[in-house]
């Protein structure tokens, strides 16, 4: 280990943040943070509505359209690098700075724009701005996480990604100003479009100072009275009667920890919750850009609508798209995560064939297109979120930011990009076969995370995250604690698999070490008989060792395991010998492996 251990502690910080009620802290951290996604939206939306003024004589910068193509693809290419790289060091410095800092850099790169005078400029310019933004995203969905209580944050997570559509429609409709000469010279409007994003960034940045860094973060790298005096001042701002805190968790600290054992830990431990990441990423990423990127272009070419009309219908694309996470997602928090998941996935996969199929038979107005576009995307704007939601949820916390930054720069690289450029060829060749031949394989990339979620899906539904995923300082005291950690994970895997994933409602908490009584009901009631179920292996395995070997019945009278109740005795027996504790001999006798 290159890490410094710092010391080891048990806290019920995250069982005293699970528990909170709503209060106007968690809106600051809503209005302080979720913004991001508004400003992406704006972003690129405006950027997209005034690229083609860009390109015309008295523009005032000497671009072409390749030029703008080249643009957003770099633009796309800075925010899978900001991602990366501000991901790795949200991790290691914390939250807060880097939300801080990546919001910074966002400001004076978008407003930079404004001055561009070469396409090398401008080149620059959107490369720093998608670093920005790519590093939000990283910085911000893991302290979003760690600071909303567990049965609130599929909603919440949900409305936040989905606010990057109040963005766009934003975009939409202030790009129609910024685009009347009336209003503002040819070379003029274009560049105050890119001022909106400062200003925007200028009022978030504000309200993100009163913002606290993640307990979360702090307690685990050696700052658990910073974290403890944030949390009592939460408190303090909430106040009244709070429910008594249930569970605590017992964490080795760490100054930091080296990607490399991250990385080799995440890939150990969790293989089919990468799969499950990436399938949902490439899916969601392929589909929206594909359609979000190429939309006014498909309008204009096969339905005949006029340039200057686009921003209303991408207005109402727009809005459709904010509604579907808004409405749909309380039922990720209590239908559950797989039933929804896998829902908004395949229902949006079926919706895409249809508009496809219909492509084919050339049935469509351009009112009915838009009619099933925005159904379509009602749906999968949930799905896409959801996306998300679960690699920030499904990873252990000292990973959190790195996960996010690695699906969303995978995901962006492989879907974002191919799905643009595959759609616009499409439709550049006119061919309104090969367009549908597009919707076929946007809905081909949404089935298979629909199916991925069926297959290695979590129910992660009003869990504490670190119930979802034991953090990699995590510590448990006792003998044997290692069979124990192995026999939890063992009673996950049962759970999470066959027909039982897929009831509805929350889903059994299996706790990290020492979280009793952090998640629902019946996770406190399995803590709580996993405890008591080592402390009866441990007298079986005791006695073994110092008598063995024995037949049952002596073993029996030797831990007083009659008065254990019905059953306790044999079920704490036949756990010893599962984990190689005790062995069975002939005759109804067992023995410790040691002799």
């Keep these: 280990m290159t890490a410094e251990d710092l010391g080891m502690i048990r806290t019920n910080i995250p069982a005293r943040l699970d528990r909170l009620p709503w209060s106007r802290f968690h809106w600051r951290v809503v209005l302080g943070l979720g913004t991001v996604w ?8 405006i950027v997209g509505a005034v690229a083609s003024r860009m390109t015309e004589r008295g523009s005032g910068i000497a671009v072409n359209s390749a030029d703008i ?43 930079a724009t404004t001055f561009a ?56 409709v202030a790009a129609l100003a910024f685009l009347s000469t009336a209003l503002f010279p040819m070379d003029i409007g274009w560049r105050l479009a890119f001022v909106i994003g400062g200003v925007l960034g200028f009022a978030i940045m504000f309200t993100r100072r009163s913002l606290p860094e993640s307990p979360r ?13 944030i949390v009592d001042q939460i408190e303090a701002e909430i106040g009244g009667d709070l429910p008594q805190p249930r569970g605590e968790i017992t964490v080795r600290q760490r100054a930091a920890i080296p990607f490399r054992e991250i990385a080799r830990v995440a890939m150990e431990r969790y293989p089919r919750r990468v799969l499950l990441g990436l399938a949902l990423f490439i899916g969601q990423a392929f589909l929206y850009n594909a359609v979000t990127f190429d939309l006014g272009t498909l309008l204009h ?44 996935y395949l229902v949006s996969a079926a919706l895409t064939a249809v508009i496809a199929v219909l492509m084919l038979n050339r049935a469509l107005t351009t009112t009915s297109f838009m ?57 550049h060749s006119g061919n309104l076969t090969l367009v549908a031949a597009g919707f076929f394989i946007g809905a081909a990339a949404m089935a298979l995370g629909g199916v991925a979620e069926l297959m290695f899906g979590v129910r992660a539904e009003q869990q504490s995250l670190e119930d979802i995923a034991r953090p990699l300082t995590a510590e448990e005291a006792g003998p044997y604690a290692d069979e124990r950690r192995e026999r939890i994970h ?13 009831l509805p409602g929350p889903g059994s908490t299996f706790p990290s070490p020492g ?18 179920l080592d402390r009866e292996v441990a007298a079986v395995t005791h006695a073994l060792d110092e008598h063995g070997p024995a037949d049952r019945d002596t073993l029996a009278r030797m831990v007083h395991g009659r008065a254990w109740g019905p059953g306790r005795f044999r079920a704490a027996l036949r756990q010893t010998v599962r984990e190689g504790r005790g062995r069975s001999l002939s005759h109804g006798r067992y023995d410790s492996p040691r002799h």
């Design 371 to 427: 009619v099933l576009i925005a159904l379509t995307f009602f749906v999968a704007s949930a799905g896409a979120g959801s996306a998300y939601l679960t690699v920030s949820e499904i990873f252990p916390m000292e990973t959190r930011a790195l996960a996010i930054a690695l699906f969303f720069a995978v995901g962006t690289a492989i879907g974002g990009i191919t799905g643009p450029a595959l759609f616009g060829q499409f439709i």
């Design 515 to 532: 979280m009793v009584g952090t998640g629902a009901a019946s996770g406190r009631v399995t803590a709580s008989a996993d405890e008591q």
């Design 490 to 502: 063992h009673r996950h895997e049962q759970d999470t698999t066959g027909a039982r994933r897929f």
């Design 217 to 229: 973060w702090l307690f685990i790298h050696g700052r658990e009275e910073e974290a403890e005096r």
């Design 38 to 45: 508004i400003l992406d939206g704006l972003e690129v939306t």
């Design 69 to 111: 193509g080249t643009a957003a693809a770099i633009y796309v290419a800075g925010a899978c690098v900001g991602a990366l790289l501000f991901g790795q060091l949200t991790d290691r410095l914390g939250r807060k700075k880097m939300f801080m800092f990546t919001l910074g850099l966002y400001m004076v790169a978008t407003v």
């Design 117 to 172: 005078f070469e396409p090398w400029y401008l080149f620059l310019m959107r490369f720093l701005t998608g670093m920005g933004i790519g590093g939000e995203y990283a910085a911000i969905n893991s302290a979003i996480d760690e600071l909303i209580p567990a049965r609130n944050r599929g909603r919440v997570d949900l409305a936040i990604n989905g606010s990057y559509w109040v963005g766009a429609a934003i975009g939409s």
């Design 301 to 344: 070419g096969f339905f005949g609508v006029a340039s200057g009309s686009i921003p209303y219908f991408m207005a109402v694309f727009a809005l459709g798209n904010f509604l579907g996470p808004l409405l749909l997602g309380r039922w990720f928090d209590t239908v559950g995560r797989i039933p929804m998941i896998a829902g908004t």
